[in-house]
């Protein structure tokens, strides 16, 4: 790519801030062991599978005479699972570190994620290379891929791979499925006796990874202000044209992290919080009430326009819902074979009708054929339905129409309702980095290094203190175990890590529980802007509000 844009140029140019301890020689940052974390669920169970890797302290990484020598090293990175902002700053960050302690140390990137790993596809990381991506968004530069490695053979083949490049460490970079398999890949290392550390990065756009610890992953910084600009946006654009609803699903698997900060920084009429609807129990149709009191409410003020925020994963947390998709999952896990020999959508959807309870069966049967013939939809590798796949929104305003119609028979409602459908993902996960996540991201391939080069196996990288400016930032790790417990997926009781849901209890919530009532007829909505990698840190540094929030 020669004919780059004039920002693309700058980006390779910019100096990622890192935390102050990082400006020294390598042999002078040492490792300095705090205390012991457990997990918090399953202790007992969780003992017994991590044999080597349970009940191991937290690490920080401070100024001082370090005990191992650098030395030169081999380390092989992955990226898995969907991409986020930043990922390529890791790898830069782990080149730097590992070129910082010793010049002959090499770099490995296993090509589409742990795939790459188990069929030995891989590209040796050059300077040349890094510094094609430094700051950029993607996760190009080795790609990425969701395969899970969980087979014998799978992980026999991970293990001899790594042993043929004589690697001292594995970095992979991933939420919480792939860190999942990092814990699993560092304990079978461990448990054959292979001097090779496997360390964890915290990457996820959704935000759900992430704990005391881990302040939050990263691109959800970029992901979250590229949707809240456009969102911003949009927002100008209702009150300039007068005549549109605007419906907007965001990502986010299952938590509703992005929804929450994109509606901190927008203030819409409407944002849905999965977390919320599971915790009351609330239908379909009172979530559509929610929705219809606020069109109503703005209508009779004139005001036939407005902005709702979905989560993509609110699907999944209406009870009414949750019980059909896991009557779907079982049914499609179980009957795989005679459902994919069916000839169409409409077999497929009448095979999977006649073999659901009852209620399920009604509910399927009552959804718009579309959202009926997307919840049967092929699972991603890890059994989950691809919610990014479920149009929610369109589900959602059918059922609006529906209301207000009905509430327009009985004279209770004489707006006018008009809509427009938007769905936000993509755009966001291959951005440029804003700066916090380029530093960040940077700092956490650092960090990785430093874990690999001091052989703590089965450990994420952590850095604490996030809301302050980048050289008081806490570098150091935890183990992976202590965020996992035990839950039952594909019919077995299998160790994950656990979901960071939104809190309900918790200040950003409250923050946004405080003014929604307000929001809801309000047109003062907040407009956030393009996101600036160049300018007074004030507007280039700042990082989300739900993490200002949360350290405040
Ligand atoms: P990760 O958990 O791997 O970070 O991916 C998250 C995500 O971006 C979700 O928000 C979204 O539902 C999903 O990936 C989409 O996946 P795909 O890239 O396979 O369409």
């Known amino acids: 790519m020669s004919d780059r844009s004039p920002l693309h140029n700058a980006r390779f140019a910019y100096l990622p801030k890192t935390p102050e301890t990082y400006a020294a020689p390598v042999a002078l940052i040492k490792a300095v062991p705090t205390e012991i974390i457990e997990p918090s669920y ?9 044999t080597h890797s349970y009940g191991k302290p937290a690490v920080k990484f401070v100024a001082g005479a370090g005990a191992s020598a650098p030395r030169a090293m081999a380390i092989g990175v992955l990226l898995s699972g969907g991409p986020a902002p930043g990922g390529h700053n890791v790898i830069a960050g782990l080149f730097d570190g590992l070129k910082k302690g010793s010049p002959e140390s090499r770099l490995i990137g296993f090509k589409g994620g742990p795939g790459g790993l188990v069929d030995d596809k891989y590209i040796e990381i050059t300077a040349e290379l890094v510094d094609s991506y430094r700051n950029t968004g993607g996760f190009d530069m080795v790609g990425s891929g969701r395969t899970k490695i969980e087979t014998p053979e799978q992980f026999e083949k991970a293990l001899a791979n790594a042993l043929a490049h004589k690697l001292d460490a594995l970095v992979v970079v991933g939420g919480d499925d792939s860190n999942t398999n990092a ?65 907007i699903r965001l990502m986010g698997r299952s938590a509703s992290h992005i929804a929450l ?48 925020l979905i989560p993509e994963g609110l699907i999944e947390f209406v009870p009414e819902m949750k019980v059909l998709i896991e009557s779907i999952n079982d049914l499609l896990a179980h009957e795989a074979e005679a459902f994919k020999a069916l000839p169409s959508v409409e077999a497929q959807k009448a095979f999977i009708a006649g073999r659901l309870p009852s209620e399920s069966a009604a509910l399927f049967n009552s959804l718009p054929g579309e959202i009926s013939a997307q919840l049967c939809w092929d699972r991603d590798p890890h059994g989950n339905v691809q919610v990014s796949r479920i149009e929610t929104e369109k589900l959602l305003v059918a059922m609006v129409r529906t209301r207000l119609a009905a509430l327009a028979a009985e004279g209770s409602y004489k707006g006018k309702f008009d809509y427009q459908t938007h769905f936000m993902g993509y755009e966001g996960r291959c951005a440029f980095p804003t700066n916090f996540d380029a530093d960040y991201c940077y700092s956490l391939g650092f960090t990785a290094y430093l874990l690999a080069l001091y052989g703590f196996s089965g450990y994420i990288a952590s850095i604490r203190n996030l809301a302050a400016p980048a050289g008081e930032w806490i570098p150091g790790g935890i183990p992976l175990v ?20 939104v809190e309900l209890d918790g200040k950003p919530f409250a923050a946004f529980a405080a003014q929604r009532d307000k929001w809801a007829l309000s047109s003062d909505y907040r407009l956030p802007g393009a996101i600036q990698y160049f300018g007074p840190p004030a507007v280039t540094d700042m990082p989300s509000l739900i993490l200002q929030i949360e350290r405040s």
């Open 183 to 247: 814990a699993l890949l560092a304990e079978y290392f461990a448990s054959h006796g292979a001097p090779i550390a496997v360390v964890g990065v915290p990457k996820t756009i959704d935000g759900d990874l992430k704990n005391e610890w881990i302040e939050t992953s990263f691109g959800f910084d970029t992901a979250t202000k590229t949707y809240a600009e456009l969102i911003g946006n949009i927002c100008r654009d209702a009150p300039s044209g007068r005549k549109y609803w605007h419906f």
């Open 261 to 308: 900060e994109c509606a901190l920084q927008t203030r819409p009429n409407v944002a849905l919080i999965s977390e919320e609807i599971e915790e009351k129990r609330m239908s379909l149709s009172q979530i559509v009430e929610t929705i219809v009191s606020s069109v109503a409410a703005r209508a009779a003020k004139g005001e036939n326009y407005g902005i709702v």
């Open 42 to 50: 399953d202790k007992e169970a969780l003992k017994k599978i991590f």
């Open 482 to 501: 202590s965020m996992m417990n035990i839950e039952h997926r594909h019919g077995a009781d299998k160790p994950v890590i656990r979901k960071a849901l």
